[in-house]
């Protein structure tokens, strides 16, 4: 049996005031650890861009969504130094260095590397003369038709700027038709056009040459106004806080403000403009006005002002060398069976980890409850399942063959409203019963519930997870999924749907915690009897494996917790407000981050005192929303084997990582963890010191799983 380590004896308790880290700026610290992996030079080039262009959609989300604090000019928290003060830096300022930081890595390192390997997006003073000359042809022939330059007067306003859309910026001399010398023009470029074009190979010779939409623009804008003299000119894009706002206490059917709300997101409040590097001072004042944004709101790039995009080089390089091997997940072998899945589970449990082991056997699972005539009904929450999903095709396959199907639609899910609101739709077409949660609260809690008749008696099985419905995703994001019969978990999981179906009065469940009711109480209580058992000096210990941790309540208790004796891990992927190591304060406390080739995504928590040891998995993050604004489920492990697996892959491999892992330390900034090296010293030690070998918790876990295979 695998234990966890215990570390620092238990101490008396301490109350020192901790003063929280700031919570935007742990998601840039995040957005830095991501980018590292484009720094690194081991890693594959096409990979070292995929990680450079979701470093870019982490920040156009992270505008979008925190829309308030980023068009301040200064933030009113800043990162701790080691003294425990606020450094003299605001929120801004780190973004714009981010930024610089990302533009600095594209220009100078990945685009040399790619043309070293004859790869290149080459510019409008690159290419040969019969480069041009094509150009300028798929201009005239694909671009030009779909271009509509509003040169603005009285009657000619600044046109609807859509989010995140590529425009162009001109200042023109000279009268107009019309006699009159209004000179500002806005160029708005289409979103079906692609943002890189590939040459033709004969125009190429043996290397793979693409040029950009905006330099194919660029190098015609005189062709979009003729009889004017293009001077001043500039790409642009605007960033917009896209939330939907939606009262719901006021409006007779959510479904349909919301479908409204989405015609208007593209068109919300601007938080952040991006400009050329090169674009003058009076055509950036002209667009902040327009916008009404501040100075500290303006980007100025050295290159695209959407490096989201270039993901399109991925595809259209498409190098098997340039990527990282492919990984096949294994299906998972508990459920590898020559009888009905059913009776397999009535045997114990089953524990999927993904993306080691495949999503199918969740499909398995419910195509198999489909199909089965012995099914009666069938219940599912959806949160993000994607436009295209195999998984609510089964359930309208299930409402056609006669089963009661009831899905519970988070509409709210940001930026999947609009699939989820089409889901709602086709499956109340055909008769299932949809619903849309409770009022005020999001439903992110991922449960499936399957009812079944054997015999004269009535049999429930449930599916609990840590991550989403998404076949997609569920190859990219690491998430536990839990099936069982257990008779009382089940019941637990149809009073949490009779609960979201017709908001009555929950019953006292038997081992599931709920939010917004019990589960933040619930877990504080957990964290407090953790820390008596190791005032009394009793070995104690938690480690909580989640993605973001806000929640000042949960934190308080952790920090009274560790000061109380308990040895704290946290394995933390994005935002920690709590700081780590701090002297007389946090020093049982201990934060680290992991960033790998799979998005960490599962949710874990571990408590032990003495001998005992209890372990939760849960859809919630220990975030002040999740606990106190959702509907979200934490429940327990109780079968030893499952346990156990679940310590020793998604605890204990991780706690050794140190290859992908970061270190919060005591002055609120991460350090990567290096493998020990042996110390030189002049004196001959009884046990020369052995390096640490590398040991990354993904790639263990790819072997294992591989091997298993």
């Known amino acids: 049996m695998t234990t966890v380590a215990t570390g620092k004896e238990p101490h008396t308790q301490r109350n020192s005031k901790v003063e929280w880290l700031d919570r935007d700026l742990s998601l840039l610290a995040f957005n830095a650890r991501v980018l590292d992996w484009a720094k690194r030079a081991e890693v594959p080039l096409l990979e070292r861009l995929r990680y450079l262009c979701i470093v870019s959609s982490n920040l156009d989300e992270f505008f979008e969504v925190r829309a308030a604090l980023h068009s301040s000019v200064e933030h009113p928290k800043a990162p701790l130094d080691a003294a425990g003060t606020h450094a003299q830096h605001s929120l801004s300022k780190v973004a714009h260095a981010l930024v610089e930081e990302q533009y600095a890595l594209y220009n100078d390192v990945l685009t040399p590397a790619f043309a070293k390997e004859g790869v290149r997006i080459l510019s409008h003073g690159d290419r040969t003369l019969t480069q041009h000359q094509w150009v300028k042809s798929f201009f005239e022939r694909e671009v030009r038709p779909l271009l509509l330059p509003v040169g603005l007067d009285p009657a000619h306003p600044f046109p609807q700027v859509a989010n995140k859309s590529l425009n162009f910026i001109v200042r023109l001399s000279g009268k107009d038709a019309f006699g009159r010398d209004n000179e500002i023009a806005i160029v708005k470029v289409p979103r079906s056009l692609p943002r890189l074009i590939a040459l033709p190979e004969k125009l190429c010779g043996k290397r793979q040459l693409f040029v950009s939409i905006s ?192 899905v519970v639609v988070e509409l709210k899910a940001r930026f999947d409203e609009e699939a989820n609101i089409n889901w709602a739709e086709k499956l109340e077409y055909i008769g299932a019963q949809v619903v849309y949660g409770v009022v005020g609260l999001k439903t992110h809690a991922k449960m499936l519930l399957v009812t079944r008749r054997e015999g004269r008696s009535i049999r429930r099985y449930a599916h609990l997870s840590t991550g989403n419905y998404n076949p997609r995703t569920a190859k990219l994001y690491t998430d536990l999924s839990h099936i069982t019969c257990d008779p009382k978990l089940t019941q637990d999981v149809e009073s949490v749907f009779n609960l979201l179906a017709n908001q009555s009065k929950i019953p006292r469940l038997n081992k599931l915690m709920i939010a917004p009711f019990q589960l933040q109480r619930s877990l504080i209580d957990k964290v407090e009897k953790t820390a008596q058992a190791a005032a009394q000096g009793v070995a104690s210990r938690i480690i909580l494996k989640m993605n973001t941790l806000t929640d000042e309540k949960l934190m308080e208790a952790l920090v009274h917790a560790g000061q109380a004796g308990v040895q704290i891990d946290l394995i933390i992927r994005g935002a920690c407000m709590l700081p780590a190591q701090r002297p007389g304060v946090t020093d049982n406390i201990r934060v680290r981050s992991i960033i790998g080739r799979f998005l960490e995504h599962s949710r874990v928590f571990y408590f032990r005192t003495g001998h005992d040891e209890s372990l939760y998995l849960s859809s919630a993050d220990w975030m002040n929303r999740n606990m106190l604004r959702r509907v979200e489920l934490a429940w327990p492990v109780e079968d030893a084997a499952l346990r156990q697996r679940v310590i020793d892959e998604c605890l204990v491999a991780y706690l050794h990582d140190n290859v992908d892992a970061w270190s919060l330390n005591a002055d609120g900034q991460y350090t990567r963890v290096q493998p020990i090296k042996p110390k030189r010293t002049s004196i001959k030690a009884a046990q020369p010191i052995t390096p640490v070998p590398l040991h990354g918790a993904q790639a263990a876990l790819m072997a294992l799983y591989a091997a298993k295979s």
């Not at 056997?361 to 195999?390: H, M």
């Open 215 to 406: 330099s194919v623009i660029r190098a015609h804008l005189k062709d979009l106004f003729p009889g004017r003299d293009v001077g001043q000119f500039s790409q642009f894009r605007v960033t917009r806080h896209s939330d939907l706002s939606v009262d719901e206490e006021d409006v007779k059917n959510l479904r349909t403000a919301l479908r409204k709300g989405l015609v208007h997101r593209n068109y919300g409040q601007a938080v952040r403009l991006e400009v050329s590097s090169g674009c003058s001072e009076y055509l950036s004042e002209f667009l902040l006005h327009q916008f009404e944004l501040p100075h500290s709101a303006l980007y100025r790039v050295h290159g695209p002002v959407n490096l989201v995009r270039l993901n399109q080089l991925i595809d259209l390089v498409d190098n098997p060398k340039w990527l990282f091997p492919r990984y096949t997940a294994s299906y998972p072998q508990q459920m590898v069976t020559n009888g009905s899945l059913f009776e397999r589970l009535q045997s114990g449990d089953v524990m999927i980890h993904q993306p080691y082991e495949s999503f199918d056997g969740v499909l398995a699972f419910l195509r198999e409850a489909v199909r089965d005539p012995n099914v009666l009904a069938i219940k599912q929450t959806i949160y993000r399942t994607g436009a295209d999903s195999v998984l609510m095709e089964l359930l309208r396959e299930a409402v056609q063959r006669g089963k009661e199907v009831t």
